[in-house]
């Protein structure tokens, strides 16, 4: 389709003033359903289907509700919850993938997290929250 071809334009015209946005409740929401459809398949279970059916509608009622900053509270406050449960994770897969570059350290007074690259030998780390030293070994 070209950039300006009528049916954008209309599509442009019918989003102006409505929510649209792929928040972390909406992905939430879309794959939970994704994964219900997929596994209503294997034991022949209709209502997973159905639920997924509902959690889809919903995601699309949010994205096309007109009451944004309805939609923005209720996103924060799924983000509230969803953040502590998600951060562990997160915080694991980042130090997988950093863990061939860099050693990381706790340091021993106000426990900050500490990344020193690999492969220096013994050094001396100083604590860039608290100042304090201590010895390690990369």
Same mark, same amino acid.
């Given at each position: ?6 049916? +954008?334009?209309?599509?442009?015209? =019918?989003?102006?003033?409505? *929510?649209? #946005? ?5 992905? /939430? ?28 509608? +919903?995601?699309?009622?949010?994205? =096309?509700?007109?009451?944004? *900053?309805? #939609? ?5 406050? /799924? ?60």
């Amino acid at each position: 389709m070209k950039p300006n071809s009528k049916f +954008l334009q209309r599509l442009q015209r =019918f989003m102006v003033g409505r *929510y649209g #946005q792929n928040d972390t409740l909406n992905k /939430f929401l879309n794959n939970l359903a994704f994964i219900l459809i997929v596994v209503s398949f294997f034991p022949k279970v209709t209502w997973l289907a159905l639920v997924a059916l509902l959690l889809l509608v +919903l995601s699309y009622w949010r994205l =096309f509700s007109k009451k944004i *900053y309805t #939609q923005v509270a209720i996103n924060r406050g /799924f983000q509230h919850v969803w953040f502590p449960l998600v951060r562990p994770f997160t915080r694991l897969g980042y130090q997988i993938k950093q863990h061939w570059q860099y050693r990381f350290f706790h340091c021993s007074a106000c426990h900050q997290r500490i990344r020193i690259p690999r492969h220096h030998g013994h050094v001396r780390i100083t604590c860039p929250n608290c100042g304090h030293q201590f010895d390690a070994r990369t």
